[in-house]
C-alpha cells in the first residue's frame, strides 16, 4: 500500500489573531415582545435566560483590520432599512469594509423585535431605545475582542446532531390540501452540525463555534417571557463545561425546527438547548488535540499487522479574505407598502392583522421594484469558507454547496445583515406553504442563490 493511499485528509485551520468577547443585552421587563400572530400579550413580563452579543475578531498575520462576526440572541430585522441605517453606523465607527462585518441573528422568536418605533404598537417606544442598546453593546463587544486578541488557531469539525427535524406537513385533516408548518415525521431533516474550535497558541481553549440550522421556535404564542430560546441553554452548557463562551450561527433552517415546539414551558427550550451542546461537545471530543492531526507511521508488526497513526503538528494557513457579491433575485408582484399599509389598517383581525405589518415592513425594505440585488457574504479563513445572506434559505443550499466543495468545510449562514425573506425549492411554489406565502421573492431565486453563492466561494478559493 503505498503512503499516499494512506494520508488523511487535512484540512488547513486558520492561524492569526483571534479574539471574543461577550455583552449582556438583555432588555428590560415591559418591553414590546410580541413575535407570533396568535399571541395575546404584546410585553414580555419576565426574562428566562439572559440575550447575549457576542463578537469574533480575526486578523491575518500584518493586518490592521479585522474581519468581525457579531452574533446576537435576537430574532429579524422587520424591515432592511432598520438594518441598512444600523450597519452604516457600525462600519463608519469601525472604519471597516462592508464586506469585513457580519452581523448575525440567532433568530429567537421571544426577543424585542428589531425595528423603529410603531405608534400603533403597545410600549413600542421602548424599541428604539432598546435597538440603540445593541448597537453601542455591538461597539463595545468588538472593542473587548479587540483587546482579547492573541496569536491562536481556528479549527472546525463537522457532527450531527437531531434536534432539526423537517417542519413542512401536509395538513392532516380530511379534504386539505394545504402544508402546515410543524414536524413531518415522515420526512429526514439535515443534521449537519459544524464546531469550530479556537485555542490560543499555548493550546488553551477560548471559545466555541456552533453552526447549526434549526428555527428557534420552542417558545411560541403562550411565552411571555424574554428568552434565546434553545441557543441561550447551549450556550451556558459550554461554558458552564468548557468555561469558555459559546458563539452561535444559525444556518439554512427554512424548514427545520424542534419536534416540539409552540410551547410556553421555558425548560422545553433548555433541554433542546443541552442537547445542541451535548452534540457539540462531544464533536469538540473527536477533534485532535489543537495544531495536531494524525498521520500514519507504518505497521507494528503484532498478533495483526498493526497500522499505526501518531498525532503531528498540522500545517495551518494565515490566509484570510472576505468578499461581497450580489445576486439579482425576481420579486412577487406584491401591492406597494403604501397598499398594505391601507389594508393593515382596515383589517380586523389580530393575527392577519400582524400578517400584514410585517408584509408591509418587508415591501418597505426590498422597494417597489421587480428586482432585488440580495447580498453574499463570503470569508475565507484557511482551507473553511462561510458563506450566508439575509434570507432564510431551506437547508437544500447548505446541502448543496456542501455537495459541490467536499473538500471544505461550508459553514452556511441565514440571516446575516439584514433579514428578506424565505427562499424555498421551485417546486414548492405549486404548494399552499406558508414560506412560499410569506416570501416577497419568485419562483427560482432559492436557485439563483445557490448558484450564485457557488460562483462566489470558487472566486474566493481562486482569488
Same mark, same amino acid.
Given at each position: 500500500?503505498? *503512503?499516499? +493511499?494512506?494520508?488523511?485528509?487535512?484540512?488547513? +485551520?486558520?492561524?492569526?489573531?483571534?479574539?471574543? +468577547?461577550?455583552?449582556?443585552?438583555?432588555p428590560p421587563v415591559g418591553i414590546y415582545a410580541r413575535n407570533w400572530g396568535a399571541a395575546k400579550h404584546d410585553v414580555a413580563d419576565s426574562i428566562h435566560r439572559r440575550l447575549t452579543l457576542n463578537a469574533l475578531v480575526l486578523y491575518a498575520a500584518g493586518a490592521e483590520q479585522p474581519l468581525i462576526f457579531l452574533d446576537a440572541d435576537l430574532g429579524w430585522w422587520r424591515s432592511l432599512i432598520t438594518f441598512r441605517r444600523f450597519q452604516s453606523r457600525l462600519l463608519e465607527e469601525l472604519e471597516i469594509e462592508e464586506s469585513a462585518l457580519i452581523f448575525g441573528l440567532s433568530h429567537t422568536h421571544a426577543s424585542p423585535p428589531l425595528t423603529d418605533p410603531d405608534p400603533d404598537l403597545p410600549a413600542s417606544e421602548s424599541l428604539a431605545a432598546y435597538l440603540e442598546t445593541v448597537y453601542q453593546a455591538s461597539l463595545v463587544a468588538v472593542r473587548e475582542a479587540i483587546k482579547n486578541v492573541t496569536a491562536a488557531v481556528l479549527e472546525w469539525k463537522t457532527g450531527h446532531c437531531q434536534l432539526a427535524s423537517m417542519r413542512d406537513l401536509p395538513d392532516p385533516a380530511p379534504e386539505a390540501e394545504r402544508i402546515v408548518c410543524g414536524w413531518n415525521p415522515g420526512e429526514p431533516a439535515d443534521d449537519t452540525l459544524v464546531v469550530g474550535r479556537v485555542s490560543d497558541a499555548e493550546g488553551k481553549l477560548k471559545a466555541v463555534i456552533v453552526n447549526?440550522?434549526?428555527?428557534?421556535?420552542?417558545?411560541?404564542? *403562550?411565552?411571555? +417571557? =424574554? /428568552?434565546?430560546?434553545?441557543?441561550?441553554?447551549?450556550?451556558?452548557?459550554?461554558?458552564? #463545561?468548557l468555561g469558555v463562551p459559546a458563539l452561535f450561527m444559525q444556518g439554512a433552517s427554512g424548514e427545520l425546527s424542534p419536534r416540539y415546539q409552540y410551547v410556553g414551558d421555558t425548560e422545553v427550550a433548555d433541554r433542546h438547548g443541552r442537547q445542541l451542546a451535548y452534540a457539540a461537545l462531544a464533536t469538540l471530543e473527536d477533534l485532535e488535540p489543537p495544531g495536531t492531526c494524525l498521520e500514519y507511521q507504518g505497521v507494528m508488526e503484532s498478533g495483526a499487522p498493526l497500522a499505526v497513526w501518531k498525532p503531528v503538528s498540522a500545517?495551518? /494557513?494565515?490566509?484570510?479574505?472576505?468578499?461581497?457579491?450580489?445576486? *439579482?433575485?425576481?420579486?412577487?408582484?406584491?401591492?406597494t407598502a403604501e397598499e398594505l399599509e391601507?389594508?393593515?389598517?382596515?383589517?380586523?383581525?389580530?393575527?392577519?392583522?400582524?400578517?400584514?405589518?410585517?408584509?408591509?415592513? @418587508?415591501?418597505?425594505?426590498?422597494?417597489?421594484?421587480?428586482?432585488?440585488?440580495?447580498?453574499?457574504?463570503?470569508?475565507?479563513?484557511?482551507? #473553511? @469558507?462561510?458563506?450566508? /445572506?439575509?434570507?432564510?434559505?431551506? /437547508?437544500?443550499?447548505?446541502? *448543496?454547496?456542501?455537495?459541490?466543495?467536499?473538500?471544505r468545510t461550508i459553514v452556511c449562514l441565514n440571516l446575516i445583515n439584514g433579514t428578506t425573506g424565505y427562499l424555498t425549492p421551485a417546486e414548492l411554489y405549486d404548494l399552499d406553504l406558508y414560506q412560499v406565502?410569506?416570501?416577497?421573492?419568485?419562483?427560482?431565486?432559492?436557485?439563483?442563490? @445557490?448558484?450564485?453563492?457557488?460562483?462566489? =466561494?470558487?472566486? =474566493?478559493?481562486e482569488a
Open positions: 500500500m503505498s *503512503e499516499r +493511499a494512506v494520508e488523511a485528509g487535512t484540512e488547513l +485551520a486558520f492561524q492569526g489573531q483571534i479574539g471574543v +468577547a461577550t455583552v449582556d443585552i438583555t447549526y440550522a434549526c428555527h428557534p421556535t420552542t417558545l411560541a404564542w *403562550e411565552n411571555t +417571557a =424574554i /428568552s434565546p430560546d434553545y441557543p441561550g441553554a447551549m450556550r451556558d452548557t459550554i461554558r458552564e #463545561t500545517k495551518t /494557513s494565515s490566509l484570510l479574505k472576505a468578499i461581497e457579491v450580489k445576486v *439579482e433575485l425576481p420579486l412577487k408582484d406584491w401591492p391601507q389594508q393593515r389598517q382596515a383589517c380586523t383581525d389580530r393575527a392577519l392583522e400582524e400578517r400584514l405589518r410585517r408584509r408591509r415592513n @418587508i415591501r418597505r425594505g426590498i422597494g417597489d421594484g421587480a428586482t432585488l440585488d440580495l447580498p453574499i457574504w463570503v470569508w475565507r479563513m484557511g482551507d #473553511t @469558507i462561510l458563506v450566508g /445572506s439575509p434570507s432564510e434559505a431551506y /437547508s437544500i443550499l447548505q446541502r *448543496e454547496l456542501r455537495k459541490r466543495f467536499p473538500e406565502w410569506q416570501t416577497p421573492f419568485e419562483r427560482g431565486s432559492l436557485e439563483i442563490l @445557490i448558484e450564485g453563492m457557488a460562483g462566489a =466561494i470558487q472566486q =474566493i478559493i
